[in-house]
């Protein structure tokens, strides 16, 4: 499955959800740029998908999907280069 920059999570109770990605602050790269933004992606499309944004939350898996499965543009953590922001116009590109 991979470690933790790559697994969103949701907490759902009665009333209210709360969507985040589960890896911490990790101060040891903060404003380095290194950060995976996969999990809070994953996050995200769980919220979309419990508004009932179905359609949205599947282009974004289907962009992440594209990216990942190329390889071209892969964060420190995925064995590639790419910056944060470098990750996530890569997504946008395929959206």
């Keep these: 499955m991979g470690g933790l920059g790559v697994v969103g999570a949701a ?6 959800g709360v969507f985040e ?11 380095k740029h290194l950060a995976n933004p996969t ?3 994953l996050s995200a499309t769980m919220m979309l998908r419990h508004i009932d944004e179905g359609d949205a939350a ?5 962009g992440l999907g594209a990216v ?4 071209a543009v892969r964060t420190r953590d ?4 790419a910056a944060t922001l470098e990750f ?8």
């Design 11 to 16: 907490n759902l109770g009665a009333d209210i």
């Design 68 to 71: 990942l499965t190329a390889g």
């Design 78 to 81: 995925l064995g590639g280069t």
């Design 88 to 95: 996530a116009d890569a997504v946008c590109r395929q959206l």
């Design 21 to 31: 990605a589960v890896h911490g602050s990790a101060p040891d790269i903060a404003g």
């Design 58 to 62: 599947d282009r974004i898996m289907k």
């Design 39 to 41: 999990a809070l992606l």
